[in-house]
């Protein structure tokens, strides 16, 4: 093992993960459009990229490879519920694995692919829904930022997942997106879940 590969390995465990999806932006000429960049939650997790990069190439190409495989298994999540639909497919078994294999990795990819619209509403809702049910510890600020930031996307199915998920989630510290939310919601039947939902936090 080269000392190369002996700094690359312990430079992953601390850094690697937050970034992946940034280096996969950053090489799609693609930084900055999406708000996990500018995201107080996220962005601190960016500091310093520059240099850490600079460091080792290898462990450039190890986080854009993992980055690859982490949007190859929501590729197959996809297609798998374009073939069976949603009777067909166990999707909280399946977010729950992406989750624990992929890590900070897999949230930024679910809210990057929401964000674009490039998944189904239908589909988005219900994995927005199993993120709240998670039971991974290591992605719980982040799977929390995810569903606060989905309660402000245009699709009222969207937010109505996120809805849900924050609601499993059962963490007080949501009530402050949720009243903004609320303020700004338009769909009356899903103001008033998100009023239930609010005073379910202790609110």
Partial sequence: MTSIDTAAGTMVQSFV????????????????????QEDPLVSPLLVDLPERTQASTEVRRDACAQTGETDRQLDRLVSLYYAVGNEGIDIRNEIERIIIERKIDSVLAIHSRLVKGQIVEELGSEILRFVGYSADLETREVRRWLLEKAMSLPSFVIRDGALLGIEAMDDARSAVALRAAIQKECVTPLRRDMIEVLAHLGE
């Fill in 17 to 36: 993960d937050p970034v992946r999806r940034y280096w996969r932006l950053s090489e799609a000429g693609d930084v900055g459009t999406i708000e996990s």
